[in-house]
Nanobody, 124 residues
């Protein structure tokens, strides 16, 4: 089994920055793909960014390209999401996920394990 625990969420004004963290524990060798997803209030969950642990290559949703950066520290089994130039539209519950695939997929179908989420609120 794999456990994912997110942290780092909070409230910030538009234009500000936050860094989310996700610590993985358990059988961490069982996945090679990690990603961040978010669910805005009243909307469906959407992909934000993904990283393939092997190379590591990355993918981003168009809405966050140039503003968010996904990276990992394999020695600490920790995934990060550095968020800059935040907008009110980035307000959401952010989830860390892990799975297996051959490239950094943004499809939720590739992810088997999910964290409980951390809330990010951006005010104008």
């Amino acid at each position: 089994q794999v456990q994912l625990v997110e942290s780092g969420g909070g409230s910030v004004q538009a234009g500000g920055s936050l860094r989310l963290s996700c610590v993985a524990s358990g059988y961490t060798a069982s996945f090679n793909l990690m990603g961040w997803f978010r669910q805005p209030p009243g909307k469906e969950r959407e992909a934000v960014a993904a990283i393939y642990r092997g190379n590591p290559s990355t993918s981003y949703a168009d809405s966050v390209k140039g503003r968010f950066t996904i990276f990992q520290d394999n020695a600490k089994n920790t995934l990060y999401l550095q968020m800059s130039s935040l907008k009110p539209g980035d307000t959401a519950m952010y989830y860390c996920a892990a799975g297996s695939w051959s490239f950094p997929s943004l499809s939720s179908r590739r992810y088997n394990y999910w964290g409980q989420g951390t809330q990010v609120t951006v005010s104008s």
